[in-house]
């Protein structure tokens, strides 16, 4: 049967396009190269490089055997890290929770960079509000959070700030806020809010409720959905509101008093018990993440 070692060096030949190279890309000998393909090439009763001409060039049979010996090199390297992460005492699930308000449309490309240097590592993903996030990284439930940032966090969490989101109070373009200049903020008073937490929430310093007639939603999207629809003015991340902008479905508030928009923190949180490398290394991907969004 064939081996590991004869796969990897089929393989090695195969994209360095010569014995030669496929050994000095293994570090090995030139003839221990050839050997193991001849072994590979005796084991499975084909014959696998044309070597007629002055590089080997693949058969049929070894192009139908290249993506699968491919496989079985990857799911071995799995393998062999696994039992490393294993003998390491390294986590085997990592949870992340996301506020949906925090800018992540590149996530994916950092969470590519994260898992080739974890692979064997399951991810979950949960969306839930800043303040949600904070309790399940105090419970434990998840390992890293990315919040919008608090003044203070409960005992054993620890924080790093990396990068900021802008706030914006936004309008619907047919709401009657939207049709004048408004001299101070008690006039907001009279007109409906809609706010991102729950009614029996405390509020925090992205959710301060201004107006006596309250809406609440728990997600920013929704609150966006209730400012297009006219429901009531809102404090939301202007990300968030970018194609209702374009689409003139919604405008910031114009008014002379004192401005609500404001820029906020984001911090990446997780409980002072729950460090390794793993979590240190999607910390990473996330710091790099914001960095290239702002």
């Not at 996030?133 to 390992?143: H, V």
């Not at 939207?178 to 007109?191: C, I, S, T, V």
Request: hydrophobic letters at 45%; proline letters at 4%; aromatic letters at 8%.
């Amino acid at each position: 049967m064939f081996t590991i070692e004869q796969l990897s060096a089929f393989v090695a030949t195969v994209e360095a396009g010569s014995f030669s190279a496929a050994a000095r890309k293994l570090g090995k000998v030139q003839s221990a190269i050839s050997q193991n393909i001849i072994t590979l090439e005796i084991d499975t009763n084909q014959q696998l490089f044309d070597r007629s001409g002055r590089y080997p060039v693949l058969t049929h049979a070894g192009k139908a055997l290249l993506p699968q010996a491919k496989a079985v090199i990857a799911q071995h390297r799995r393998l062999t890290q696994q039992l490393h992460s294993l003998d390491a005492a390294q986590p085997q699930t990592l949870t992340l929770a996301l506020d949906e308000g925090v800018p992540y449309a590149q996530l994916a490309q950092y969470l590519n960079a994260f898992a080739q240097e974890w692979p064997t590592i399951e991810l979950e993903f949960l969306n839930a509000s800043s303040h949600d996030i904070i309790q399940l990284i105090r419970q434990q439930r998840a390992d890293v959070g990315l919040v919008v940032s608090e003044l203070t966090y409960p005992e054993l969490i620890e924080f790093e700030s990396i990068g900021t989101i802008e706030f914006d109070l936004m309008v619907a373009v047919n709401h009657p806020l939207a049709k004048g200049d408004f001299a101070h903020l008690d006039q907001l008073k009279l007109f409906r809010q809609v706010v991102i937490g729950a009614r029996d929430r405390n509020p925090s310093q992205y959710n301060l409720q201004h107006s006596p007639d309250v809406w609440f939603a728990d997600n920013y999207y929704m609150l966006a959905e209730l400012i297009k629809g006219g429901f009531g003015w809102g404090i939301v991340p202007k990300h968030i509101m970018q194609e209702a902008l374009k689409a003139k479905q919604v405008c910031s508030l114009p008014a002379s008093f004192q401005r609500l928009d404001w820029t906020a923190n984001i911090d990446v949180i997780q409980h002072i018990g729950s460090g390794n490398a793993a979590c240190n290394e999607l910390r990473r991907q996330l710091r790099l993440m914001m960095q290239t969004s702002q």
